[in-house]
């Protein structure tokens, strides 16, 4: 996957297709606050909470357990 | 039909016990369909077996037998994609992460499996509004109820 890079002013957007529309909302030091419109099947999270998830998911998924020994 | 599970070896399901996970799984995102299985002789615990991988299976619970004050509101998207209409239909449960000894195992909390158990729909819903923890001590301390 390439990486389009694109500058952007306050309150300015991009469209991603004609479903989605990213806007910055709020730029404060190092922080920016992004909009996000999406379909909502298009799910959107922060990238390293998504990935905490799947890490967490992955491990789960990965361990092979006695189940006749789990308490009840 | 009849499915290569990873624990209880081939079981026969019926098309009503299939749950549809439209956006399957965080990491596991091309898995679609699961089931719900009970462990014989464990009433806290169940499999959620994907029906098309079978050594893919979660370890689930019910998290209100961990966390009584657990709550959070779902957002519409959510409601949406699940179709939800009655809050009634509404099963939530958290994928457990075993540890040795037992007592170590967590629940996440963070992000739970929720289903429409009328429709037949899940998924796993990462909660951005309240501040649970993705492993969650079962062993809830006694002064102290809920999240973290």
Known sequence: ???LVLTRK???AINIGDQIEISILGIEGDQVKIGVSAPKDVDIHRKEI???????????AAQYVDITNLFD | MLIET????????????????PLGLPGFQEEKSFVLLDIPGNGVLQ????????????????????????NFSLDTPTIDTLKINEEKDIVIL???TIHEP???????????????????????VILNQN??????????????????
């Open chain 2, 47 to 70: 499999l959620l077996q994907s029906v098309q991988s079978p050594m893919l299976a979660f370890i689930v619970t019910n998290p209100h037998m961990f966390y009584k004050e657990y």
């Open chain 2, 131 to 148: 501040d649970y923890p993705l492993k969650a001590n079962i062993q809830i301390p006694q002064d102290q109820e809920g999240g973290e």
């Open chain 2, 94 to 96: 958290s994928i457990m």
């Open chain 1, 10 to 12: 306050l309150k300015e």
């Open chain 1, 50 to 60: 998504y990935e905490a998830i799947q890490k967490e998911n992955n491990e789960a």
């Open chain 2, 6 to 21: 990873k624990y209880l070896g081939e079981q026969e399901i019926t098309n009503q016990k299939l749950l549809s996970f």
């Open chain 1, 1 to 3: 996957m390439t990486m």
């Open chain 2, 102 to 124: 037992f007592d170590q195992s967590t629940i996440n909390l963070k992000a739970p499996i929720i289903m429409n158990a009328k429709e037949k729909i899940g998924k796993q």
